[in-house]
């Protein structure tokens, strides 16, 4: 997969590029993620990609001609279009399954605005959908990006080394993740459930699977209804 990545702060990228499983990717040619500054597309001596809003307010918009001419340079670096994500908080919620979505693309071109918002003749001209990654105001869309892309690229096949992991993982199937121990059996007082020591592992999936559900009805009973498993 190719994801590129148009941005006025490139080097927010540079750090979450660099460890482990994302970085790891890249070495194995899993994934090839270019960032580009809109900023270098700017006409003006001043570099300017921002102005004022029509109609009055506060804040800045970003401006459309920085950003469609970045847009079409960035186009043209592979031979798919792929698919244009707006990150913003008017945009869709994202979730595992958008993910899992979006993992199947060739291609992706994320584009993560700052100021107040989008020229809106961006969205529309380009084709962008829009995805925004909760239900609060982020100080730009760079972060959005980096959770997008994290999330993305641990389900691309041969990403995490070990296959069934993503697979078994909270959201997979809507369902919260249950309690995972390792050594020692006794900690402070507290004991690694007896079923988990006994090595039957029919039993032992059979509990693992109730306890998910029991957690999930417990701490987020609004996942049961969007859930595959839903009537046990
Ligand atoms: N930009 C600012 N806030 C955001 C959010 N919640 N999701 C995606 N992009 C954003």
Redesign the pocket.
């Known amino acids: 997969m190719r994801i590129d990545i148009l941005t006025l702060f490139p080097e927010m990228f540079e750090s979450p590029l660099k460890y482990s499983i994302l970085k790891r990717a890249q070495d194995e040619g899993i994934v090839s993620i270019a960032i580009t500054n809109i900023r270098d597309f700017a006409a003006d001596k001043y570099r300017k990609v921002d102005d004022r809003p029509y109609g009055g307010g506060a804040g800045m918009v970003m401006m459309p001609a920085p950003l469609f001419d970045c847009f079409e340079h960035v186009e043209k670096l592979a031979p798919r279009r792929g698919r244009v994500i707006l ?3 008017q ?1 869709q919620p994202f979730r595992q399954a958008k993910a899992q979505e979006l993992a199947q693309e060739e291609r992706l071109i994320l584009i993560a ?1 700052r100021y107040e918002g989008f020229d809106e003749r961006i969205r529309i001209g380009l084709g962008a959908e829009q ?8 100080n ?2 760079e972060l ?1 990006a980096m959770v997008l892309l994290d999330a993305v690229v641990r389900l691309l096949p041969g990403a995490l080394g070990d296959e069934q992991s993503a697979q078994d993982d909270s959201f997979s199937e809507g369902l919260l993740e249950y309690p995972q121990y390792t050594r020692p059996e006794v900690f402070r007082g507290m004991r690694v459930p007896e079923i988990l020591l006994s090595g039957d592992h029919a039993k032992i999936a059979q509990w693992r699977r109730q306890q998910a559900l029991e957690r999930t009805q417990a701490w987020r009973p609004d996942l049961l209804e969007r859930s595959d498993a839903p009537d046990e």
């Open positions: 990150l913003t908080p945009g605005g995805i925004s990654i909760g239900d609060y105001i982020l730009g869309g959005a």
